[in-house]
Each structure stands twice: as structure tokens, then as C-alpha cells.
């Protein structure tokens, strides 16, 4: 009797104590995958331009922007379908709009890109880029909002 009531006892004083170890664990994971993708968006950002501008002569490079693309859109749809934590979840929402604008002009250019009109060195100043530098500026409210 008496090591059912410990029993007992122990689950109720260590159990709610592994929900905040688990909420915990579950928060730095949010902070680092948004940090890690918010930085490679930016990263695709930053790269855009100049494969924009190389895709001009070089055919192949056209196809690495393409394949760029479509992997930002996956990255897009990954991201958006995270679970965020409870202290997250306007910046999650404020990314979601930002990836949702994203995603339009990503399909956009995709589009484009089967024009054979389409001016390439047009993607220099891209609306894509634009909308990475607003997420961008997120991720330090995010890391502060993770500590």
C-alpha cells in the first residue's frame, strides 16, 4: 500500500515536470529551424542576383535558379507546416503571410522562366528578395522571444 501511494505520489510531482522539459525542448527546436530557415531564405536571396545575372549567358545556370526556386517552395510548405510554440505563434503567422507572398511570386518567376522573353536580369530586384529581407528582419524577436 504504502509503494502504490510513493508510486503515486512521484508520477504526479515528475510527470507535469517532463511536459515542461518536453515544452521546453519543443521551443528550442522552433527557434532553431525558424532561425535556420529564415537564414537560408536569406541566403537565397543573396544568391539570386548573381545567378540571375550569370543565367543571362549561361543556359545552365537558368536551371540551377529553377531548381532554386522549386526548393524554396519546399522549404516554404515545410516551414508553414510547423507546430509553433505558444510564445511563437504570431511571428509562425507573420511568417506564414511572408511565405504566402512568396510562394506566389516563386510561381510567378517559375512561369516566367518558361518565356523565352522573359528578362532574367529582372530577378536582380525581385519582389522574392524583398519579401526575405521583411522575413529577415523577424529573427531577432524570434531569438529573443527563445531565451
Do not use: W
Not at 510561381?107 to 526575405?132: A, H, R, V, W, Y
Amino acid at each position: 500500500m504504502k509503494i502504490r501511494f510513493f508510486l503515486t505520489a512521484a508520477a504526479i510531482f515528475l510527470l507535469p515536470g517532463c511536459s515542461l522539459v518536453d515544452n521546453l525542448d519543443q521551443s528550442l527546436n522552433y527557434t532553431q529551424e525558424t532561425s535556420a530557415y529564415i537564414q537560408d531564405a536569406v541566403q537565397f536571396a543573396q544568391t539570386l542576383p548573381a545567378a540571375a545575372e550569370q543565367a543571362v549567358t549561361n543556359p545552365e545556370t537558368e536551371e540551377a535558379i529553377k531548381k532554386d526556386l522549386q526548393e524554396m517552395k519546399d522549404n516554404i510548405a515545410n516551414f508553414n507546416g510547423m507546430e509553433a510554440p505558444g510564445f511563437a505563434k504570431d511571428i509562425h503567422q507573420q511568417l506564414v503571410g511572408y511565405n504566402e507572398t512568396l510562394m506566389t511570386n516563386i510561381n510567378g518567376t517559375l512561369e516566367n522562366l518558361n518565356n523565352p522573353s522573359f528578362d532574367l536580369k529582372s530577378l536582380t530586384d525581385s519582389p522574392m528578395i524583398q519579401q526575405i529581407n521583411e522575413m529577415s528582419k523577424l529573427l531577432e524577436p524570434l531569438k529573443q522571444l527563445g531565451q
